[in-house]
Structures are given as C-alpha cells and as structure tokens.
C-alpha cells in the first residue's frame, strides 16, 4: 500500500487530514472473478467511483470530518460459503455482502443465517459461527480488525466459511441474541471512557445516550451515533487531550490476544506523542530498525498511518465506534 | 484474619501463602510484591514479568454471598471466564447461575480478557479490585 508523504503539519496539533483521508479513498478494492450476483459487482465498481472521485477532489481543504465518515462507512465485500460437511436438504450457493467495518460480526450477518437456514434441517442448525482458513472468527472484535489482521493482503473479496455445529468453545464466546452484543459494545465504552476521563463523561450521560450510540450502530446511523459519541471526544480546555488513550495492538503472530497499557497522549513536556512513541514503548520490536527492511504493516482501518501521526488526533478520529484505537501489526505485504 | 481456605480440588492448587492472599493457580510460591499501578511511559517490563502474579481483592456485591478469602494472587493470563468460574465453585453456585465481575464498578469486561492487562490499566495501591455481582449490577 503506497504511504501518501507530506512535509509539512500545518496546525502543529493536527496531522494532515487530506494523508489520513486520501488514504483510506484509495484502499483499493478489487472485482472478483468469482462474483455472482450482479447486485454484489455494482455495488463494488460504485464503491471504486465514489472512492476515485473523492480522490480527485482532494484539491479543496478536507474536513476532520470526512475522516469520520470514511472510516464509519467503510466496507468489506465478503464472500460467505457453507462448510461443507454442513448437511443440507440442497445445494448452498454463496452468498456475498458488504460488511461494515466498524461493526460485528454477528451484527450484520442475519440475512446470512436466514440464506443458509433455507436449505438445511431445522434439526442441523445451532449457533452460527464464522471462520476465515481455518481460524475461528470472534464475533466480539469489530469486522474491519478482523479483516486487517486476518486477511487484508489476500484478493478480494474475503472468504469466511459459515458453520452451523462443532461451536468452538475454547476459541469463541456465545452470542445468544443482540443483546449480548449491545453489552459488550457498551462494556468497552465504558472500559475506554475509564481510560480517557476517569468515566466522567459516559457516568454523566442519561440511559437513553447510551441506547442512541448501540442504536446508532445497529442501524448504521452515523450522525444519531456522533450526536453523543463527540462527547466522549471532548477533553478538558487545560489539557492537551485525554488522561489515557484506549487502545489495542494485535498481532497474528503472537500467543498474548493484544497489548493494552496506560499511555499518555501529552508528554511532560508538552509536546504530543505520536503513533511512532507508542508503539515503541509498548511494542518496539514492531518497528523497523533505522537502516533496517520494513518488516510489519501498522495497520488501522486498512490503512497505515504515517508513525508521526499525534496519538490523540488518532484516538479521536480513527477509533472504532467502541472508542477504542484498535491496532493491527501484520508481516509486510509483497505486493 | 481467618485461615484462607485451600482452593477447590478441581483447580490445581498449591499452599495457600503470604499473609492474606491465597494461591489460585498451580505455583505455590509466596506473594510476588505487586508493581506499581501508576505507570507512566518508559518503564521497560522485567523478562519473566508474564509468569508473575498479581493481587485480585474481589468484593460481594448486593446479596451475592461474600467469599471467605478476598485477596488472591492470581497468574496475570488467567482469563474474567476463568475467575467467574472459580468464584462460583468456590461459593458453590450452580453452573447455570449467572456471575458478572466489574472493574472500577463500572464495566464488565469481556470473559476472554486477561487479568494482566486489567491489573495494568485499573489497577492501584498493588491490586486490582474487582466486584462481583449474581444480577447485572451497573449494566
């Protein structure tokens, strides 16, 4: 993935808004071949144009904003196919959809269920699960971290088996309903609203605030979302940003699930610390040594943002709905 | 203070240890002392510093009963499942009954969080203070 340099910062307190967003417009999508339904192809080639004019009209002063947007309707085109020991009344053809990336799996597969259901004995049919080669998909990370971490340097689109029974217990949690799912998307507000501002913020907020963000989520409604989400963005005049960032940092590779830590957003000194200062204080063998080979991607939304990006300015803006920066550290690509 | 009671037989256990703090785990040293809480960037982790153990003071919430034994010293990649699943044992709770554990009494962590990574981020005075509760106590 080619990285969009600029020299200069403008505002010192801002990064430039047009690299972040210039780069996530041109994460590149590619058409299957093996795409069937013509409804999945064009949606796919109006995502290319609508990604292709927004690069060009990057001449005109690109909002923080626009970021926000780019990275809430970010899709993947997926590809779901029954296992096939699954026993079926019929043939199962495949089914393909675009997955948002800032939600969850079992959020947004219903019409997955309900295709795959049709041709199979109601006797066959327990809890849906999901795997991509052979490693068991958790429903609880958001889509997008899947993805990256997963398989964001393979074509396109990505190929997710369905399965119906063998539930891997040891490698999965249950997901009986929605609601399981409202609890935990809340559970890490909260955990991340506990790093930012001692849970001041989401403690002040009434019920029916906590029930617009889930419903927000759930109904992909960006600005009901951000209506009360930008509140938890918001920090105290006298500081520079939040008392602690909430962030994530996976790797495949590794046998720990992720790296979390308390880390600051402002140094004593003042000056922001970047995505480069977190990563070697938490994760220096990541980072490539100066007259090293580039070894790993950082990888956030499918995109890599440059090291001298202020952490603040990513908590703020490249977080998952969940408020959490999650982090991606995957063997560079080939291509 | 009472005797801690040993843990559980179906959970590897050795001597309880240290003044307080029973073993919950297979290693039967004594109490580790516990890093500081306030951590601050630029403090390198000691190697080994995976195997150690971290203090869990573990406080009744509502009606749910109160174990004898509070303060446990507990492997840092032990999982919330993992200690929901020993403090019903231990307050002999059925499988089907349902237990929540919270940090800061304020949000339920995920069952496959370690508690390594909880100790470092919320955790203060060389603990961690977790509650737990048989009914969602703060949603």
């Avoid at chain 1, 340097?153 to 009986?176: G, Q, R, Y």
């Avoid at chain 1, 960032?245 to 992720?258: D, G, H, K, L, V």
């Amino acid at each position: 993935m080619p990285l969009v340099r600029h020299s200069t910062w403008g505002d010192r307190n801002k990064p430039s808004h047009e690299s972040i967003d210039l780069l996530i417009k041109q994460r590149v999508w590619g058409i299957s071949k093996e795409e069937q339904s013509l409804k999945f192809s064009i949606s796919l080639v109006k995502e290319k144009l609508q990604s292709i004019c927004a690069a060009l009209s990057t001449g005109r002063m690109t909002d923080d904003k626009d970021v926000l947007r780019d990275v809430w309707f970010g899709r993947i085109p997926t590809c779901f196919t029954l296992y096939q020991d699954e026993i079926t009344e019929r043939e199962a053809e495949p089914y393909y959809l675009l997955l948002p990336r800032v939600s969850y799996l079992t959020l947004v597969t219903d019409k997955v269920k309900k295709h795959f259901q049709k041709v199979m004995r109601q006797e066959d049919i327990s809890e849906i699960w999901f795997e991509y080669e052979g490693t068991p998909l958790k429903w609880h990370y958001p889509i997008g971290l899947l993805f990256d971490l997963l398989a964001s340097n393979t074509a396109l689109p990505w190929n997710i088996t369905v399965h119906f029974k063998s539930f891997p217990e040891k490698d999965l949690l249950h997901c009986p309903s929605k609601d399981t799912i409202e609890a935990h998307f809340m559970s890490c507000m909260k955990e991340a609203d506990a790093l930012k501002h001692k849970s001041q913020v989401i403690n002040e907020m009434q019920k029916k605030d906590h029930k617009q963000l889930w419903m927000g989520l759930q109904n992909d409604k960006f600005d009901q979302f951000w209506a009360i989400n930008r509140k938890l963005m918001e920090y105290p005049a006298e500081d520079n940003g939040f008392r602690y960032i909430p962030f994530r940092i996976y790797q495949a590779t590794t046998e720990r699930p992720f790296i979390q830590k308390l880390f600051r957003p402002v140094a004593v000194d003042g000056q922001l610390h970047t995505l480069g200062d977190l990563l070697k204080e938490v994760c220096p063998s990541a980072i490539t040594p100066e007259d090293g080979v580039k070894k790993n991607q950082i990888m956030i939304h499918g995109i890599e943002p440059m090291l001298e990006t202020p952490l603040q300015w990513l908590s703020e803006h490249l977080s998952y709905p969940d408020n959490f920066l999650h982090i991606s550290i995957i063997p560079q690509s080939t291509d | 203070m009472a005797e801690p009671e040993r843990p559980p037989t179906s959970l590897t256990g050795g001597p309880a240890a240290g003044e307080g703090a029973a073993e919950l785990g297979p290693d039967p040293n004594a109490l580790e002392p516990a890093p500081s809480a306030a951590v601050s960037p630029g403090t390198e982790e000691p190697t080994g510093d995976a195997k150690k153990k971290i203090d869990v003071l573990l406080k009744a919430v509502g009606d749910t009963p109160i174990m004898k034994t509070k303060k446990w010293a507990v492997e840092r990649t032990r999982t919330i499942q993992g200690l929901i699943d020993f403090i019903k044992k231990f307050l002999k709770l059925v499988a089907s009954e349902q237990l929540f554990i919270y940090v800061n009494q304020s949000f339920a962590p995920s069952p496959d969080q370690e508690v390594g990574t909880l100790y470092e981020c919320f955790g203060s005075d060389g603990k961690l203070v977790l509650h737990y509760c048989k009914s969602q106590a703060w949603g």
